[in-house]
């Protein structure tokens, strides 16, 4: 191995009224030998995983969710990022990130448009990466909505983005 680092995780539960807790593993000569066998109790997502080689390897990050998830820790001891807490515990504990949000090929309402990176999130982040420069190419001028936020708070299906809500039975 040459700094070699392999997450096993697993999406989701399959029983949609349990809050939905995910086991992540790393594994690799890359995982520091006084981190061996303990655990990492900040709070992560998927889009940590994107944040964390970006973090690692200095790239830039799309715009999107990417740009305010946590770093695993490891990586943010190397790198210098800060990790942030939800702000409120009550309120991370009525998430259920196994519910999906009506998104634009739902067939159940929600905005139908691809919502647009966040340009605004090129400067002055909270661990300050900048976007992607293809992406700010490919999007500037682009009116479609953009929800993404600098935050580690991401909405989940119970709880959409403005305009992604799914629309009620019958409509």
Same mark, same amino acid.
């Given at each position: 191995?040459?700094?070699?680092?392999?997450?096993?995780?697993?999406?989701?539960?399959?029983?949609?009224?349990?809050?939905?807790?995910?086991?992540?593993?790393?594994? @690799?000569?890359? =995982?520091?030998?006084?981190?061996?066998?303990? /655990?990492? !109790?900040?709070?992560?997502?998927?889009? $940590? #995983?994107?944040?964390?080689?970006?973090?690692?390897?200095?790239?830039?990050?799309?715009?999107?969710?990417?740009? @305010?998830?946590? =770093?695993?820790?490891?990586?943010?001891?190397? /790198?210098? !990022?800060?990790?942030?807490?939800?702000? $409120? #515990?009550?309120?991370?504990?009525?998430?259920?990130?196994?519910?999906?949000?009506?998104?634009?090929?739902?067939?159940?309402?929600?905005?139908?448009?691809?919502?647009?990176?966040?340009?605004?999130?090129?400067?002055?982040?909270?661990?300050?990466?900048?976007?992607?420069?293809?992406?700010?190419?490919?999007?500037?001028?682009?009116?479609?909505?953009?929800?993404?936020?600098?935050?580690?708070?991401?909405?989940?299906?119970?709880?959409?983005?403005?305009?992604?809500?799914?629309?009620?039975?019958?409509?």
């Amino acid at each position: 191995m040459q700094n070699t680092l392999v997450l096993l995780t697993f999406d989701e539960n399959e029983t949609y009224s349990q809050r939905n807790r995910i086991l992540g593993i790393v594994l @690799g000569d890359a =995982v520091p030998e006084e981190l061996v066998g303990t /655990t990492d !109790d900040n709070f992560y997502n998927h889009y $940590s #995983e994107i944040a964390s080689v970006s973090a690692n390897w200095d790239l830039p990050t799309l715009g999107r969710w990417d740009v @305010g998830a946590n =770093v695993f820790q490891m990586v943010a001891d190397k /790198t210098g !990022d800060k990790l942030r807490k939800w702000s $409120s #515990e009550e309120q991370l504990q009525s998430m259920y990130f196994n519910f999906s949000q009506a998104g634009h090929f739902s067939n159940k309402g929600g905005n139908k448009r691809y919502p647009a990176p966040n340009l605004d999130l090129d400067e002055n982040t909270f661990n300050g990466r900048r976007i992607h420069p293809q992406v700010v190419e490919m999007w500037k001028g682009n009116p479609a909505p953009s929800y993404y936020e600098d935050t580690v708070e991401v909405p989940d299906g119970l709880h959409p983005p403005e305009g992604y809500e799914p629309k009620p039975k019958g409509e």
